[in-house]
DNA sequence: CCTACCGATCGGTAGG
DNA sequence: CCTACCGATCGGTAGG
């Protein structure tokens, strides 16, 4: 019966790169260690190692994990995500709630990783350096078509508006876990209001409700 | 002649400092191993190991010799610095002209040692806390200051301005690291100069020159 | 400051 | 998926 035994190895599979993503988010992926994940799940090294083949394509695979989480938390798996202003609010909101949520004990993934990886040239490097381009993107493009649509000025730097929004998500993050300071959700909102509010046409604000954000 | 052996040794351990807070910039504080630097050091593992006594004390010593570097080059030592808005801006552009420098190769030191730490209880953790802690309260008390003297509008809430300002350049220093963008540094000066403004009187603004930073 | 060493752990392999 | 092992490197020590 070698489709059972297919998918329990995913299943498997799965239930390491749950924990993978844990451990990664506070030790980082070279504290991401193959016999300390291995004891975490009650395997040997060697079985564990053996799903993966090199502590690389482990690295790589605990990426797309929560990448793939982030896309359906954050992205709403891409399905019915508003364009323009909205959608920048909403993309905004979405990573708030979910790292409120504290789904990863060491906060955002990415967060933790990018300043392991950046000095650190490699495949690895690389994904993260497109996954979060990607992220960076998706803001940007919500602003350009927020502004192609008349909701924003025309004189506004979609560019610059996503650098402010994703300056503030990742303060938060960095306040949250450095200080434990709650409040820094709260006043990444309440920046990034302020931020879209700036770049919003007059007849556009006097349309909207003014508090869209949480 | 015991006075030039300990001028000696305080020479060795300077050296061996510089060295290793460029390392633990680019490999991070557990990254920095005391055989590599020992190495890098054309010194033995034990020689090193002797000036330290740990590899937390390594740690510690690490972190105040990068404070140290970062109070002389973005504070000043705290001798000019001027107050209030003049001291905001002035504050922002030291810091980004600082990150240009590349003193570092992993960029902000602090920024790439904030996120391995965050997770790590113990007196590493609780050091670059309380240096970031006072970073972010420089930042607060020139807000504060500039809004008992009337620079800035009486509602503007100080630790709000600070979190801003933060934010943007955390956010330059992310850009250039991980995605080499060299922009990064005048989009942080353009969105501080939005956020000091938003919070400058009428009068004030009209009595000061609008490109204070960069 | 050195050589020489310690036990522990790393990523990875052999063989089953 | 396992046991048993490899060479390399870790932080740290002994003794000089």
Redesign the interface.
């Known amino acids: 019966m070698p489709r059972r035994t297919d998918s329990q190895t995913t299943l498997l599979r799965q239930a390491i790169l749950v924990r993978a993503v844990d451990v990664a988010s ?3 992926l ?2 991401l260690t193959i016999g300390r994940l291995a004891t975490a799940l009650s395997m040997s090294k060697s079985g564990l190692f053996a799903h993966f083949g090199s502590k690389q394509e482990l690295q790589l695979a605990v990426i797309e994990a929560a990448a793939e989480t982030f896309r359906r938390e954050v992205m709403q798996d891409g399905g019915a995500l508003p364009g323009g202003r909205a959608g920048l609010v909403h993309l905004s909101s979405a990573w708030l709630r979910y790292m409120e949520k504290g789904l990863f ?3 955002c993934f990415f ?2 990783v ?3 990886v ?2 650190r040239p490699g495949p690895v490097r690389d994904r ?2 497109e996954l ?2 990607s992220w960076l993107e998706a803001l940007e493009d919500s602003a350009a078509q927020a502004r192609e649509s008349g909701e924003f000025a025309a004189e506004t730097d979609p ?2 508006v996503a ?2 929004i ?3 998500l ?2 938060a993050n ?2 949250f ?3 434990g300071d709650g409040a ?1 959700f709260r ?2 909102a ?2 990034i209001r ?1 931020t879209v509010d ?1 770049a919003t046409t007059p007849a556009t604000a006097a349309a909207t409700l003014p508090d869209h954000v949480r």
Chains 1, 2 share one sequence.
């Open positions: 506070v030790e980082g070279e504290g004990r060491g906060g967060a933790a990018c300043s392991e950046d000095d993260v350096v979060t381009r560019a610059q650098f402010e994703h300056a503030f990742q303060e960095r306040s876990q450095l200080h820094a006043r990444a309440r920046a302020q700036a």
